[in-house]
């Protein structure tokens, strides 16, 4: 068997961010420490913090009055960064610069008087964040017949934004099918879809045609790793993804000569050393590691940590 190692691959510029916010934070304020939703949708990562102390919560009146609460990387709506204001706690913004771009497009196009049609999927944590910044003025887009049932007029002064983890081919589909039934759309002055899941789809698009099979290293709850199974069963091949080395499955290898492995923008590098080393123990794999796009984006740590150092 041989494994083809696609890079880039695993975590971004944005989730190590918010991984090294919150070991600075560990640093600086010790436990118990409080995280709104998951740091990042990833199983492992959110298992480690908590095996430290970390306590993951859903609400901000579950974090004690007065005590330390980081905002995960995807971003929250104002009315939690008021309701954290209101219980004096100390806030660390962990979210993804990628993502307040995407909050200050809501902003900025609200205040003109758009009617702002988001593509996304409901319930995700930076969908509820960006709906949050203007929630009158935003509709949510999830698919081409949404498109169909906005009960808007032709003329409506309308504007497009997207979550940052969608398929990019998905999202063209559906951007196309809004400039058809309102040409006069506008859009984000660069595009909301973010660097690192462009490159992992592109990386996946690209090798797929080599592989038998393909393991997508994340979380179920991960959007971005998600598009990257489904976009590699779109191009016909079987995929899996999984959370683990423990969730491969010896049936998905029978007669494979050549396996495609990618990760998630939140999935944890030595977890895909555990897989590799899984199908280097069951069928003798050997490793090639494939460069399509080479990433050197990083983000500094948000102001209060920085001063804090």
């Known amino acids: ?21 919150l070991e600075s934070a560990l640093k600086i304020f010790g436990v118990p420490l409080y995280v709104y939703h998951e740091i990042v949708h990833n199983r492992h990562v959110v298992e480690r913090f908590r095996q430290r102390g970390v306590v993951f919560v859903d609400r901000i009146a579950d974090v004690p009055l007065g005590a330390t609460v980081l905002y995960s990387a995807h971003g929250v709506a104002p009315a939690i960064r008021a309701e954290a204001a209101a219980r004096r706690l100390t806030a660390i913004d962990a979210t993804c610069p990628l993502v307040t771009k995407v909050h200050l497009e809501a902003v900025r196009f609200a205040k003109h008087g758009y009617t702002i049609l988001l593509i996304g999927h409901e319930g995700h944590d930076e969908v509820v964040g960006t709906i949050g910044e203007a929630p009158q003025a935003i509709r949510l887009v999830e698919n081409e017949s949404d498109v169909e049932r906005l009960d808007l007029p032709a003329d409506a002064k309308v504007a497009y934004l997207t979550q940052t983890t969608l398929s990019v081919d998905d999202a063209e589909v559906i951007i196309r099918a809004l400039r058809r039934r309102f040409p006069q759309i506008v859009g984000p002055s660069r595009d909301d879809i973010c660097y690192a899941t462009q490159n992992r789809q592109e990386a996946v698009k690209e090798l797929v045609p080599e592989a038998d099979v393909v393991i997508v290293v994340g979380s179920q709850n991960s959007s971005n790793s998600l598009r990257l199974a489904e976009l590699a069963r779109s ?22 000569g050549t396996v495609l492995m990618t990760a998630g923008a939140s999935a944890p590098e030595d977890v895909v050393q555990e897989c590799i080393a899984h199908l280097r123990d069951r069928f003798r794999a050997t490793v090639e590691t494939r460069t399509v796009r080479e990433e050197h984006v990083s983000f500094p740590l948000p102001r209060e940590l920085r001063v804090l150092r």
Request: proline letters at 5%.
């Open 1 to 21: 068997m041989r494994i083809i190692l696609a890079n880039p691959r695993g975590f971004c510029a944005g989730v190590n961010m918010a991984i090294e916010c």
């Open 235 to 256: 191009c016909g091949k079987p995929a899996h993804l999984v959370d683990s080395a423990a969730e491969l499955r010896d049936e998905w290898f029978g007669g494979v």
